[in-house]
């Protein structure tokens, strides 16, 4: 089972890595990072960690999962008509088709999310809209085999439904005790609608 | 403020990036991967993926904040003397020390959990013990400048609460914020007390 995580310049390290270290868990599954335009690293956002592509999008055309992960990189890839193009293929044939963050931006402009509720980063849910999904203020999001999760770490919610649905809920259950992934956020204002008004402004501005 | 993660072949990717991902987000942070033996990249302990280390350890040798993470390659870094000698004299200066998962055996080794509780990933709590620690099954332990954080996705939790003690409980939040830290995990198998004993069984055979 391949599952191809495309990355590139100005990448949100998380966004990728949640979802590889539960699917990566998953019997059989091969993770395949894939530079956009080409193998090599790829700098994060902050540009403080390079994240290697062993391989380009153009080497695994059909994967059995897509995971699209998000950053401001994802701003050019949604112009990019080669990068839309192997978007649009692989999802033609894959099993699942799934975003982290921003990386729904890039569904979206490949018109996958067409008439489809669809989610991202709370600071750009808006821009889902303007690319034909109807944006829903959910951590995940799922519409037959495309699943779109929120910001960042919602990537490992996202993988841990998706990895239910791939090899049933034992095998889910048995990744997140593996990963320990049993949170306790020292506080509650990891969303909009939980965090009081003068974080959500600070976030804002820090972003 | 330069923060150390120090990265080996063998790593649990996510036991790195999750701190990294809240940690680069405080005010004048710079995060650096350094190699345990040489700059390059390092693969992960299933080896479906690079993280590029900039420099190596000896390069930062009085980094404020050390986060060591763990994966299976910290077997051969609790031997090596060199590394060891890095972790303590760092230790010395450091603001903080800290690790994820079984990089708190490498703390260990080098003596530094010596009479303190700590934790580590629950497979391993015991050797804890035998390194000169007193094992507790937190997900963070907090002792004076010394945080041990439990197994893989725990150093999320870990580094929120370092941030909000480096920087404030405000900007702590914030950050929390901006990475949608609002976990919903579909399952609440996260930890043995939670989760069935069929599936600790499980996650015991798959490790």
């Given at each position: 089972m391949d599952i191809a995580i495309p990355i590139f310049d100005g990448i949100t390290a998380l966004d990728a890595i949640g979802p590889y270290e539960v699917l990566s868990r998953l019997p059989g599954a091969r993770v395949h990072f894939l530079?956009?335009?080409?193998?090599g690293p790829k700098r994060t956002d902050n540009r403080m960690l390079g994240l290697h592509a062993d391989g380009a999008l153009t080497d695994l055309p059909h994967p059995e999962v897509i995971v699209f992960p998000g950053g401001y990189g994802t701003r050019g890839l949604m112009n990019d008509e080669g990068i839309l193009a192997w978007v649009r293929a692989a999802h033609e044939t894959s099993q699942w088709t799934t975003s982290v963050c921003t990386g729904a931006l890039v569904l979206g402009a490949a018109g996958i999310l067409n008439g489809l509720e669809a989610t991202t980063h709370w600071l750009l849910l808006d821009k889902l809209g303007e690319l034909g999904a109807t944006p829903v203020s959910r951590r995940v999001v799922e519409q037959g085999k495309v699943i779109t999760a929120a910001g960042v770490s919602s990537g490992i919610d996202m993988a841990l439904t998706l990895a239910a649905r791939m090899a049933g809920e034992d095998i889910a259950q048995a990744i997140q005790l593996a990963i320990e992934y049993d949170p306790e956020p020292p506080?509650?204002?990891?969303s909009t609608a939980k965090a009081p008004p003068r974080i959500v402004e600070m976030a804002r501005e820090r972003s």
């Open positions: 530079g956009v335009d080409e193998p506080f509650d204002s990891g």
